[in-house]
């Protein structure tokens, strides 16, 4: 049963700084790792989607990478802003129908 | 472009009761999954369903079934509600190719259900 961890579980940092999120899963036979956001009471945004085959992915000031052999995904936000505060969540696609989402990190920057 | 869209936004429901909720995938994505979501956790896969077939099930009770439509929509009921059952129903479309998801999900922003 695939299982997925994200530490730290919140996370609190000064605006400007850059911070590093991760996600570990227990089985390395994924097919995709998705990062998404959620502000409160609200749906999911998708951030990245990182296949298994590519190693990270870029978005602006985010960047994600996979390391399957190891389970481990990070998120990383460079120069952080007060707008960034939500909770991140990685998704890890087992296979073709089932996905395992951690519990999230909580982020706040404060101004 | 819309995105996915769920109906209704909230609701509220005795315990014992049915409830019905809605989605409606992005438009070119074929494959409709539904999620749990409790405060404070992540969402748990409840089912998944494409060409009006459940393909996936996560370890839900009977009592949550679902539909597709041939416009790829979907219906999550769940009969007999219990007060665990409160929390923010998710729908997610996205595309399946071949036995590959290559796309990622889309999600919509949810239905909250509370049951009283």
């Known amino acids: 049963k695939q299982e997925v961890t994200q530490i730290p579980a919140a996370l609190s940092v000064p605006e400007g700084e850059n911070l590093v999120l991760n996600c570990s899963f227990t089985?390395?036979?994924?097919?995709?790792l998705q990062w998404f956001r959620q502000d409160p009471g609200k749906g999911l945004t998708s951030l990245l989607l990182?296949?298994?085959?590519?190693r990270e992915q870029t978005s602006g000031r985010l960047n994600a990478s996979l390391d399957k052999s190891s389970g481990r995904s990070t998120l990383y936000i460079a120069a952080s802003q007060p707008g960034d505060s939500a909770t991140y969540l990685c998704?890890?696609?087992?296979?073709?129908?089932?996905?395992?989402f951690g519990d999230g990190t909580t982020l706040t920057v404060k101004p | 472009d819309a995105g996915v869209t769920q109906s209704p936004t909230h609701l509220i429901k005795t315990r014992g009761q049915q409830v019905t909720l809605r989605c409606s995938p992005k438009?070119?994505?074929?494959?409709v999954s539904w999620y749990q979501q409790a405060l404070g956790q992540g969402p748990q896969f409840i089912f998944q369903?494409?060409?009006?077939?459940?393909?996936q099930r996560g370890n839900f009770p009977d009592r949550f079934s679902g539909h597709q439509f041939p416009n790829y929509s979907s219906e999550l009921n769940v009969n007999a509600l219990l007060l665990g059952d409160s929390a923010l129903y998710l729908c997610?479309?996205?595309?399946?190719?071949?036995?590959?998801?290559?796309?990622?999900?889309?999600f919509g922003s949810g239905t909250r259900l509370t049951v009283v």
């Open positions: 990182i296949q298994s085959s590519q």
């Open positions: 997610a479309s996205s595309l399946l190719t071949g036995v590959r998801l290559d796309y990622g999900y889309t």
């Open positions: 369903y494409y060409e009006e077939e459940e393909r």
């Open positions: 089985d390395s036979a994924i097919y995709n």
């Open positions: 998704a890890v696609y087992s296979n073709a129908g089932k996905s395992t």
């Open positions: 438009s070119g994505h074929d494959t």
